[in-house]
């Protein structure tokens, strides 16, 4: 008796990717148990693909105010470029490949998570680690969903879920801005997701989970925005 049952937990399948997108709002540690057992990567990304590219297309009538927003930004730092408001065909390119870049920032995020987890004495595998990353993407991507049309309504590109909302008239590519920017609902939601999935994975507190997961949030994310600032800062000197 007690064999059978060892077989029919060694058995049991992985959930489905709408199981899953369920789940990791309703019962994140049954989520998290599965992606443990069965780390799948290739679903939940192109899934997060999908709500990317429709959130885009939703959006689209807001590009002639971000083009606005970063001309005035150039012009605080003395920058004499004038960018022209991109054209339907070029935004409906962008927004076709915009999958690629998805993909790329999950694989280096993902491999430098996993670097901090070892860092911190983790046993959980890369695969594991990979999995759970991905997962939390899909809790960003279905925000930017659900964002996006409220943007619309809004006629703003601004970050409404984040702190930067407060800032009046801020700088698009402002230091202050960028950072706040970051601090999105959803994306702090899902970095809580990815701090519990590693609190399990490796037998550590959720405390502990939680540390090594915003760690490298704001780690990551300092050092983005300081290499993002760096040619505005070249540029503006050099003038």
């Known amino acids: 008796m007690e064999d059978n049952l060892n077989v029919e937990i060694?058995?049991?399948?992985s959930m489905n990717i709408f199981k899953k997108i369920l789940f990791i709002f309703t019962s994140p540690s049954e989520l998290l148990k599965d992606?443990?057992?069965h780390p799948k990567m290739v679903m939940p990304l192109l899934?997060?693909?999908i709500f990317l590219v429709i959130a885009q297309f939703i959006r689209?009538?807001?590009?002639?105010?971000?083009?606005q927003r970063v001309n005035d930004a150039y012009l605080q730092y003395g920058i004499p470029i004038q960018q022209e408001a991109v054209?339907?065909?070029v935004y409906i390119f962008s927004s076709l490949i915009s999958p690629a870049s998805l993909i790329l920032s999950w694989l280096t995020g993902g491999f430098v998570l996993w670097i901090f987890?070892?860092?911190?004495k983790g046993k959980s595998s890369i695969k594991q680690i990979l999995s759970l990353y991905a997962h939390s993407y899909i809790i960003r991507y279905i925000g930017f969903l659900i964002v996006s049309p409220i943007n619309l309504i809004l006629n703003t590109d601004v970050v409404i879920f984040s702190p930067a909302v407060f800032l009046v008239n801020p700088s698009i590519l402002s230091f202050t801005y960028i950072l706040l920017s970051s601090l999105e609902f959803f994306t702090i939601w899902s970095m809580v997701i990815v701090g519990f999935g590693i609190s399990m994975f490796n037998n550590f507190t959720k405390p502990k989970g939680l540390i090594i997961s915003f760690l490298y949030f704001i780690l990551t994310n300092l050092l983005i925005?300081?290499?993002s600032m760096i040619p505005l800062y070249a540029i503006n000197l050099l003038m």
């Open 87 to 89: 054209s339907n065909s």
């Open 117 to 120: 987890v070892k860092i911190f």
């Open 35 to 37: 992606i443990m057992d």
């Open 10 to 13: 060694a058995e049991k399948k």
């Open 225 to 227: 925005v300081g290499i």
């Open 47 to 49: 899934f997060s693909s």
């Open 60 to 67: 689209m009538p807001l590009s002639h105010i971000t083009t």
